[in-house]
């Protein structure tokens, strides 16, 4: 089914509006959930609360495509769940250490758990993105919005894990170099 059509059962309020999201987005978003918690039943919960934040969502809003809509929702919604159960236990999952790794580049006291949700952060990450080769905005992308391992990356676009790190290394000098730039202007 089309995201429209599928929006079109939201703004109907018919259920199968859920059911076709799930069969189109589930999996996307079992995985998000899965790689921020690293418990299967924590992501399914996750995923369930998924559904139902769309369901009161749609409408106003009136997301076309729906993928990264669902995706986003599911994200927040991963990263809020792992925050609370890891208030106290730092270090934990591969969420905290793509935290870790690109708070280093954010202006001290600037929490990016909370950044991640402010527009204009968002808009100028997104401009930034926009600079880079597909490959490493792919690359950063897997390992910053998804929490993907970077043996998980490696496989996936078929390089070696020193790459991927190399990349990521790279892509983040280039981000603080862009933050800086644009913040200071």
């Not at 600079?131 to 992308?141: A, E, K």
Request: a neutral charge; proline letters at 4%.
């Amino acid at each position: 089914m089309l995201d429209s059509q599928i929006i079109e059962l939201y703004e109907a309020r018919d259920e199968r509006a859920i059911s076709e999201t799930a069969a189109k987005y589930g999996s996307l978003c079992k995985s998000i959930a899965h790689n921020i918690l690293q418990n299967l039943q924590d992501a399914e919960e996750c995923v369930n609360d998924t559904w139902l934040r769309t369901w009161n969502s749609i409408p106003p809003a009136k997301p076309i495509p729906l993928k990264p809509y669902v995706a986003k929702i599911t994200r927040n919604l991963a990263i809020d769940k792992y925050r609370i159960e890891h208030r106290e236990k730092r270090g934990y999952g591969e969420i905290s250490v793509a935290f870790d790794e690109i708070s280093e580049i954010t202006a001290s006291g600037y929490r990016i758990e909370d950044a991640w949700r402010e527009q204009d952060f968002i808009d100028t990450i997104n401009a930034f993105l926009g600079t880079l080769p597909d490959r490493d905005r792919n690359v950063f992308v897997r390992r910053y919005f998804f929490a993907d391992a970077a043996p998980d990356i490696a496989k996936r676009f078929g390089i070696s894990q020193g790459n991927v790190l190399k990349i990521l290394s790279r892509t983040r000098k280039k981000l603080k170099n862009y933050l800086d730039m644009e913040w200071n202007t």
